[in-house]
């Protein structure tokens, strides 16, 4: 397969990149914040004296970011009053909560460890008091009581002053591998942490650098799927980010599926691919047609009409936060609940269950707790398949949770189903899961 057009590239990162619209506002929100403090800690009504950071301050956020990071800096006279003792940075947070209470009485502000949250619907501000000191920042920790060094300008910096061989790349691929990030669900994957596997990948592998997008992507989900620290300096900074794993299998996987991809030689199928690797904001079959000007092109004769899909259901976001997984229980009359895993594991002849049965598919509680309670979760239900398209029963609608977040399904016929939940918060969705759901019939399985 030939390497696909470099505008279906650039159109994919405009629609995943922060509109202009969006920018706007954001910096408006750090403007407003900045006012409110300065008047409170200098007596001044100027919007100066803030600092983004984070992926939004390093320009590697994508569309749908909830959480801005905004550092206001401090008068240096008032460092010796707050550094005086213990309590003085548990007091700083205090004094700057109360200011920001004071403008905005009716919006959720609340001091949490070393910043302050102020929620303004779907936008969370974390705000966080500073003081300038040379090269870093000092900053307050409530749980340990004290200042703590903070370098997050030399993270900003090192992407704004990367090599001019791959200054052009490493913004647009750090957003791309965010869009991977949340089309999987993988909150183990910080954007610190994927900023800095893309400036490790970039600065050693300049060869890659002048290829094509596809060999580029597919080098670094290999690069991705060779990582297995516990810790990663992060860059600029240095500062040291606990990798929690979760991501070497996916990459993997995407590495692979890339390899496909590079083979396919039928346009739609290889379109679809990148598109199972990036979600729906991923150009489509159409709009190849539209760049390319192709018209003897045959598109899919069966498609699931009824499908719906999360990142075009209402006014969601994609922002993974958390982590989520879907656990199933296969009830059958005269049979001993188990789980699906289970019946997988000690029936090994075959690759799913039996049609006919009960489903109950749940999040474990002790990972539902983790999340806020104001979060919903929302179900979809996809069957595949010949029986499914005959039955007319092939489903794939979005449906929000009854309650308990659990879910109650059939086995009637066969298929490669799946089953899909999200959490979301507010417009966001925070975390997804998904549970693969082949249904055999009893004449497939093989005697042992």
């Known amino acids: 397969m030939a390497e696909l057009p470099s505008k279906l590239w650039d159109e994919f990162h405009n629609r995943v990149k922060i509109t202009k619209e969006d920018n706007e506002l954001y910096k408006n929100k750090y403007n407003e914040i900045a006012k409110v403090l300065n008047k409170g800690f200098r007596g001044i009504g100027s919007e100066s004296n803030k600092l983004a950071f984070g992926s939004y301050g390093r320009k590697t956020a994508v569309r749908g970011i909830s959480d801005l990071d905004m550092l206001y800096l401090l008068p240096d006279n008032l460092l010796a009053s707050y550094n005086a003792s213990s309590t003085g940075p548990k007091k700083l947070l205090e004094d700057t909560a109360k200011f920001l209470r004071l403008r905005y009485s009716k919006t959720y502000v609340r001091v949490n460890r070393c ?4 929620i303004f619907g779907n936008i969370w501000v974390e705000v966080q008091p500073a003081f300038k000191e040379n090269d870093y920042f000092l900053y307050p920790d409530t749980k340990s009581s004290c200042f703590k060094r903070s370098y997050a300008q030399k993270e900003t910096e090192a992407i704004t002053n990367s090599s001019n061989d791959f200054k052009e790349l490493i913004r647009p691929l750090c957003r791309m591998i965010r869009a991977w990030r949340n089309n999987k669900g993988i909150s183990s994957l910080s954007g610190l942490l994927i900023d800095t596997f893309v400036y490790r990948f970039l600065r050693d592998n300049h060869e890659l ?4 997008k596809e060999e580029l992507l597919k080098g670094f989900f290999d690069y ?7 810790s990663y300096q992060a860059l600029g900074s240095k500062a040291l980010i606990k990798s929690k794993g979760g991501f070497k299998r996916a990459a993997e996987r995407t590495s ?3 390899g496909e991809a590079l083979q396919e030689n039928d346009i739609e199928k290889c379109l679809k691919i990148w598109r199972g690797i990036f979600g729906r904001k991923f150009p489509n079959i159409d709009f190849y047609r539209s760049i390319t000007g192709s018209k003897n092109i045959v598109l ?3 498609r699931v009409s009824d499908e719906q899909f999360i990142e075009e259901f209402r006014d969601f976001e994609i922002d993974i936060k958390y982590p989520l997984e879907i656990k199933c229980v296969v009830e059958k009359k ?3 609940p188990k789980s699906f895993e289970k019946l997988v594991e000690i029936g090994k002849l075959f690759r799913g269950i039996k049609a006919s049965g009960k489903l109950i598919f749940t999040v474990p509680p002790k990972m539902k707790s983790k999340f806020p309670d104001e979060t919903k979760l929302y179900w979809k239900i996809l069957n595949r398949g010949a029986e499914a398209i005959k039955r007319k029963c092939t489903r794939g609608k979005i449906l929000e949770d009854e309650g308990g977040w659990s879910r109650q399904e059939s086995a009637d016929f066969m298929g490669e189903h799946f089953v899909e939940c999200y959490a979301v918060l507010g417009n966001r969705v925070i975390a997804r899961a998904r549970f693969d759901v082949p249904i055999i019939n009893n004449a497939e399985i093989e005697s042992p």
């Not at 910043?115 to 102020?118: E, G, Q, T």
């Not at 650098?209 to 094509?212: A, K, S, V, W």
């Not at 991705?224 to 516990?230: C, D, K, P, R, T």
């Open 115 to 118: 910043v302050v949250v102020v």
């Open 224 to 230: 991705l799927a060779g990582q297995e620290n516990e």
């Open 300 to 302: 899919d004769s069966v």
């Open 256 to 258: 692979n599926e890339i």
């Open 334 to 336: 005269a049979f001993r």
């Open 209 to 212: 650098t002048m290829r094509p």
